[in-house]
């Protein structure tokens, strides 16, 4: 499974690309960014540090939307990432660590559904907010700051295998301009 | 500048962090990352607010107030771990197109944050009633949105700078 994904037509253009590479793993840092950055607000909010005056329901109501969107971009740029050296990224540790830190997240988000959510009506507008929500607050800026290690950790112990650097770039930005060379 | 690098280079700070660059520049850019997503979350907020898509119930100056600190303080964090990163790794950072293009879209960026929450801060009334919905402003957060993220794919090309082709000084060292 992993060696025909990365035997597949995307992942070798890829792999072929000498652009295609930095733009994805561009665009997976900006939609992290937006994940964490965002996912902090909700979990400032709930460990009553910041924007205690808004209820928690308004803030998720204006946060989550783009959380979400930016985890799916996120989500889309590292699995055309893992296509091109699968089996690498699949036995490298760090790689593996990050999804099982994904799957924590998943969990801790489901703690608070069927908990502290379920009674969201009675704390909403409130400062104080009860203690489960406050230990899943917590919890979630520990994971996402551990996805954040584990994922620049797999740049630095798993071999890519792209196009050597010392090759020429295709497109010369001075024939582009018009620039004297 | 291929002088200085070279310079910095040989200093104790960066001999430091050169003999453990292996959990030392991972570990660098990792908190990097975590003050990029500050940034992001707060450029996001007060985007939407002034586009009217988050935080309708607060006026301009509240959703400021509460997001401005954190973006200021997430810019200074990245500013001391981006000056670790050059000190550790100065012939990689001073020697490419990126890093100073880069360094020239993070001015822009925080030349408008600051002039912004000045002029808000300033005139808070009359942005309120009107500044607050006029259209070229709606456009202003939406460059600065895109400004931001050309920040951050400068950084990522730092580690690609050959995608420049002869425009990067590192392909003429």
Do not use: C
Request: zero cysteines.
């Amino acid at each position: 499974m992993l060696e025909w994904l990365q035997r597949t037509a995307v992942a070798i253009s890829i792999r072929d690309s000498l652009y295609t590479f930095p733009v994805l793993e561009s665009i997976h840092v900006v939609g992290l960014a937006l994940v964490f950055g965002t996912i902090a607000i909700l979990d400032l909010r709930l460990l009553g540090v910041a924007s205690t005056d808004r209820p928690v329901s308004r803030l998720m109501a204006d946060l989550l939307k783009w959380t979400w969107a930016a985890f799916a971009l996120t989500a889309l740029t590292g699995g055309l990432m893992f296509s091109t050296n699968a089996l690498v990224y699949f036995h490298n540790t760090f790689f593996r660590a990050k999804m099982l830190l994904l799957v924590l997240a998943a969990l801790n988000m489901l703690v608070f559904e069927l908990t502290a959510r379920k009674t969201l009506g009675r704390w909403d507008a409130g400062a104080r907010t009860p203690p489960i929500a406050k230990v899943v607050a917590t919890m979630s800026i520990l994971i996402w700051v551990g996805v954040i290690v584990a994922g620049r950790a797999i740049g630095f112990t798993a071999t890519r295998t792209t196009v050597p650097t010392d090759s020429q770039p295709d497109v010369n930005f001075e024939d582009l301009l018009g620039l004297p060379k | 500048m291929n002088q200085f690098a070279l310079w910095l280079a040989s200093t104790p700070p960066s001999v430091f962090i050169q003999e453990h660059n292996a959990w030392a520049i991972p570990a660098i850019q990792s908190v990097h990352i975590v003050g990029i997503a500050l940034v992001m979350g707060s450029v996001l907020m007060i985007d939407l607010r002034i586009l009217g898509l988050a935080w309708t119930d607060s006026t301009l100056r509240q959703t400021t107030n509460r997001f401005g600190p954190w973006l200021t303080g997430s810019l200074w964090l990245l500013l001391a771990t981006g000056l670790l990163m050059v000190v550790g790794e100065p012939v990689r950072e001073l020697v490419s197109f990126s890093f100073w293009l880069k360094m020239a879209l993070v001015a822009l960026g925080a030349v408008v944050a600051i002039s912004f929450q000045r002029a808000l801060r300033r005139h808070e009334q009359q942005w309120e009633r009107t500044v607050a919905h006029s259209p070229s402003l709606k456009l202003l957060a939406v460059v600065t949105f895109f400004v931001w993220i050309g920040v951050i794919f400068l950084g990522r090309l730092i580690a690609y700078d050959h995608v420049w082709g002869s425009w990067s000084p590192a392909q003429r060292l």
